[in-house]
């Protein structure tokens, strides 16, 4: 081969390498804890302003039936972070906050979207709520990510040298049982650092610093940032809180204003994109981990409306949440797109957004890459089904098309037709046996590649057996 075709195909593969870097996105994660559905402006929410968010959506989608794969904290992220059922690998409760349970975590023999963006040639960092183990051998740095600040358990005090107390029904408060967990250290990577000013507004801070920090990288970016907020303990900024004064009870006021703190967060890091020139860019996904907790343990004043149930039920209060995709460049804006999507799918969307492969060795996702979806391009739905189970097998739900099975605890399985009934609030199991009995088969056969749960909940190690504690959550 003579020099001038070799020099043209160098200069082929480098222009090629350089188009692919410019056309990948850099992505960002943004995570809320416990919001309602009808909690931000974009979904309807009255009370609680949200313009960051409300612009951040119609720059986007705004998906309606956007789902988690649990409704409750750890378990859910443990799925939207490795894009598989969480149960296939036993993880079906919260870890306990314990630095020597070496089991209580996210199994290391998965393979989390951080890992697989590195491989990619992203830059990964993780902000906020960590919450998959407190082992050393489960730290984000450990998992993936480059750079981590923020904490490890599955709570914080919001404001420093506080106490965080605790909803425990019926409008009593406790001090947690968990302290040490919402007073441990905030660490960049491993170096606990000192606790100052208000939290949320503070993990606001470290991610526009780091989208600015990375803006003129010759690598592309992926940042996972997990709020704590809504979650308890109620705690805002007083200037935020003076804003919501209008709000008679003291509880929905401090939870106005941790969702606003939010919003005035996810303003500063948009503006750091803009001011940067990487906006078009960047690849936005923002969720809430579960469904808000109205009534249970952990109660926050959220409101789930119009849909029946919340936090740690398998009704769609639980499982459903806020939910948009933003990518100027690449997806359209101002959409609501409809069809049941599930927080599964954000990994294998990055890293289709990304031009990168999965190893074919790793264990196979459940997710599926949205992009043809949402740009059009594909009119059917992403999934036929959606499943979940709860509790090592006592509560199972089904989506299928709009048909919502699901049986809870010692109760008799429910059908319900969510075009007609979004409140879940007319059975149709003895009408319908049909299809009762379809996605009963459907979600016992999904249920064959599960496993029992890995570790448990109870600080004694085991599992919390509830059957014949949790009934129906009233509509
Ligand atoms: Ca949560």
């Known amino acids: 081969m003579s020099f001038r075709p070799l020099f043209a195909l160098l200069l082929a593969v480098i222009a090629s390498s350089t188009y692919a870097a410019e056309a990948r996105p850099n992505i ?8 309602g559905y009808n909690d931000v402006g974009f979904q309807g ?17 705004r998906c309606t039936d956007g789902y988690v794969s649990y409704p409750v904290c750890s378990p859910s992220r443990a799925g939207f972070l490795t894009g598989r059922y969480q149960q296939r690998f036993g993880y079906e409760y919260n870890p306990k906050w314990d630095a020597t349970a070496a089991t209580h975590g996210l199994p290391l023999s998965e393979t989390t979207i951080a890992d697989s963006l590195r491989a990619a040639g992203y830059s990964t960092g993780a902000i906020g709520k960590w919450h998959l183990g407190a082992h050393p051998h489960f730290h984000p740095n450990r998992r993936g990510f480059d750079d981590y600040f923020g904490f490890l358990g599955g709570g914080h005090r919001y404001l420093p040298g506080s106490v965080a107390e605790v909803e425990i029904g019926a409008g009593k408060k406790a001090t947690t049982t968990a302290d040490t967990e919402q007073t441990s250290p905030i660490q960049r990577n491993s170096t606990a650092v000192p606790e100052v000013g208000e939290l949320t507004t503070r993990l606001g801070e470290e991610a526009a610093a780091s989208v600015t920090r990375h803006a003129r990288d010759a690598q592309p970016w992926f940042l996972y940032l997990a709020f704590n907020a809504p979650h308890t303990p109620l705690q805002a900024r007083a200037d935020m809180l003076a804003k919501f004064a209008a709000i008679t009870d003291e509880r929905r006021r401090t939870y106005a204003a941790m969702v606003a703190t939010v919003d005035e967060a996810v303003g500063r890091i948009v503006t750091a994109l803009e001011s940067t020139g990487q906006r078009d860019r960047t690849l936005i996904f923002f969720l809430s981990d579960n469904g808000g907790p109205m009534t249970k343990r952990n109660a926050n004043a959220s409101v789930n409306s119009p849909l029946r149930g919340q936090k740690g039920d398998v009704f769609e209060g639980g499982l459903r949440v806020p939910f948009l995709i933003s990518w100027p460049a690449r997806l359209p804006a101002g959409r609501t797109y409809t069809q049941p999507v599930i927080s599964l799918d954000l990994l294998p969307t990055a890293l289709a957004a990304a031009g990168a492969t999965r190893d074919a060795t790793l264990a196979p996702l459940d997710g599926v890459d949205l992009l043809p979806f949402l740009t059009g391009q594909v009119a059917s739905a992403p999934h036929a089904r959606l499943f979940w189970r709860m509790d090592g097998g006592e509560a199972f739900a089904v989506r299928e098309g709009n048909w919502k099975w699901l049986r809870t605890y010692q109760n008799a399985p429910q059908l319900y037709d969510l075009s007609t009934d979004l409140g879940e609030s ?8 049909e299809i009762a009995a379809r996605l009963a088969a459907a979600s016992a056969e999904w249920n064959r590649g599960l496993i029992a749960p890995a570790f448990g909940n109870n600080p004694f190690g085991g599992l919390i057996n509830r ?9």
């Open 28 to 35: 960002l994660l943004i995570v809320a804890d416990d919001l």
């Open 45 to 61: 929410a009255r009370d609680i302003p949200t313009p960051h968010l409300d612009r951040l959506a119609d720059s986007g989608l």
């Open 426 to 433: 007319r059975d149709l199991a003895a009408t319908r046996p």
């Open 467 to 475: 059957t014949g504690l949790e009934k129906n959550a009233a509509p």
